[in-house]
Nanobody, 116 residues
Framework: QVQLVESGGDLVQPGGSLRLSCAAS????????MRWYRQPPGKERGFLAS????????NYADSVKGRFTISRDNSKNTVYLQMNSLKPEDTAVYYC?????????WGQGTQVTVSS
């Protein structure tokens, strides 16, 4: 059974940092591209960042470039999103997504709230 479990969401003050984790199981994690998305309140889910299966290439949405960093540890079947210099507009539910030629899968999401 495929599982993607996000964690690390929290309430944080503007300017603060958080690291999200997404633990994967039930599929070939090391052969999968991993992505992070977010869905702000009342808005559509949007792409944030991606990382290739080996971690050799990453890509970011302009809105988070320079503030967020995606990384992965294939020995732990986990992908991370380090978020720095957080702003109130970063408030959203954050989701990870896995993709490989065998299919794609979403996690259940973790809430990040940026507020003073």
């Amino acid at each position: 059974q495929v599982q993607l479990v996000e964690s690390g969401g929290d309430l944080v003050q503007p300017g603060g940092s958080l690291r999200l984790s997404c633990a994967a199981s039930g599929f070939s994690f090391s052969r999968s591209t991993m992505r992070w998305y977010r869905q702000p309140p009342g808005k559509e889910r949007g792409f944030l960042a991606s990382i290739t299966s080996t971690g050799g290439s990453t890509n970011y949405a302009d809105s988070v470039k320079g503030r967020f960093t995606i990384s992965r540890d294939n020995s732990k079947n986990t992908v991370y999103l380090q978020m720095n210099s957080l702003k109130p507009e970063d408030t959203a539910v954050y989701y990870c997504k896995a993709w490989n030629p065998g299919g794609s899968w979403w996690g259940q999401g973790t809430q990040v709230t940026v507020s003073s």
